[in-house]
């Protein structure tokens, strides 16, 4: 049995559609796979600063609070009056 024109481009055509399909598959495989890899190294980040603060709990001083100096509140500042 010979296959007429209209058939072979029709099978042409879902060939054609499923490879696109299963390129596209591919892709959306390979980005979840690289995001996947992204989030084990951002957790194993995370991993080692928190070893890192732990190992060095109690040994921590934190730098001073930083002071504005400059205007007091009771002045205005930008046109726009603060209450004492």
Do not use: C, H, Y
Not at 7 to 19: D, G, I, L, T, V
Not at 28 to 36: L, P, S, T
């Amino acid at each position: 049995m010979s296959i007429t024109r209209n058939q072979a481009r029709s099978n042409s055509r879902k060939e054609e559609e499923r490879s696109k399909g299963q390129a596209r598959l591919t892709e959306e495989a390979r980005k979840r796979q690289e995001e996947i890899r992204r989030a084990e190294e951002r957790e194993a980040w995370l991993r080692e600063q928190l070893k890192l603060l732990k190992s060095a709990e109690g040994n921590f001083n934190p730098p001073p609070p930083q002071v504005a100096w400059g205007q007091s509140f009771s002045e205005q500042i930008d046109e726009t009056p603060i209450p004492p």
